[in-house]
């Protein structure tokens, strides 16, 4: 278990056998500001570590870059204006200057209401181009990814308060495995992995550890991957998405079994 991820305390533990002091460990949360430029661009909850990371995954996902040679620069900020700020605040310097008022704007959308939700899905829709991939992938292939999952979350075990992303490749192997208290930044970590190392994304399957949401299969697309995984249910949006954008949306992978709600035709 990573330090950063876990805080130990002391809590009182109450059972039919009474009441005693015990320690145990919940997971770490801090923000992280992402400054575009020198601009403040958005701050997210996040649980510390591999922040570059989820930097990358989080512009790549929000379609500020497509690419890493569109980043000139990222790192912490060295210079911060209290002590509780330090280390988290990571600067981006890109390349080319971009609209931060529009990506803003999307950024607001995206989090608030549900109307503005069903207005984000329709934007999509109307500028993302399909996911294309051969991926064909045996069905206990995609039955093993979850207990190859669980098995890659330590702190999840220690805290149980910690969501889960990974990336597997066409055999079944978990190639990247990252743990967030945000179920979307764990997703953005493992997809700034993959940018970062210049892995090729269209033949690789994500796999989250909860609910798979119509952001989740917006950050798929954006990152081209073709499959979408998880052990909890689908929303309808997700679903929606999946289907008019081409990915392979798989829900309730348990015990070998699961449920294919988009273009099941990659699962064998």
Same mark, same amino acid.
């Given at each position: ?24 460990? +919940?997971? #770490? ?47 912490? *900020? &060295? +210079?911060?204006? &209290? ?5 988290? +605040?990571?600067?981006?310097?890109? #390349? ?16 608030? *209401?549900?109307? *503005? ?41 220690? &805290?149980?308060?910690? #969501? ?19 179920? #979307?930044?764990?997703?953005?970590? +493992? ?13 690789? &399957? ?63």
């Amino acid at each position: 278990m990573n330090d950063d991820q876990a805080r130990a305390l002391e809590l009182i533990h109450l059972d039919a056998e009474g009441r005693a002091s015990r320690e145990d460990f +919940v997971a #770490h949360e801090e923000p992280l500001e992402l400054q575009l430029d020198g601009q403040s661009f958005a701050v997210v909850m996040r649980t510390p570590g591999h922040d570059e990371e989820l930097g990358l995954g989080f512009l790549l996902t929000e379609g500020v870059i497509a690419r890493l040679d569109d980043v000139a620069s990222l790192r912490h *900020c &060295t +210079v911060v204006p &209290t002590p509780e700020a330090e280390d988290n +605040v990571l600067q981006v310097r890109l #390349h080319a200057p971009v609209d931060l008022a529009r990506f803003r704007r999307n950024l607001f959308a995206s989090s608030s *209401c549900g109307v *503005c939700g069903k207005a984000t899905l329709e934007n999509a829709l109307r500028t993302a181009s399909p996911v294309r991939s051969d991926l064909a992938l045996p069905r206990q292939v995609v039955a093993a990814m979850p207990e190859r999952l669980r098995a890659l979350q330590p702190t999840f075990v220690a &805290t149980g308060g910690l #969501h889960a992303a990974a990336l597997f490749d066409a055999q079944g192997e978990a190639l990247v495995v990252r743990e967030d208290v945000g179920r #979307h930044n764990a997703v953005d970590k +493992v997809l700034g992995w993959a940018l970062r190392e210049g892995r090729p994304t269209h033949e690789l &399957t994500l796999m989250v550890s909860g609910r798979l949401s119509f952001e989740l299969v917006q950050k798929a697309v954006a990152a081209r991957v073709p499959v979408l995984a998880g052990i909890s249910a689908p929303t309808s949006l997700a679903v929606r998405m999946a289907e008019a954008l081409g990915v392979t949306l798989v829900g309730f992978v348990r015990e070998g079994s699961m449920n294919l709600y988009a273009h099941g035709e990659r699962v064998r």
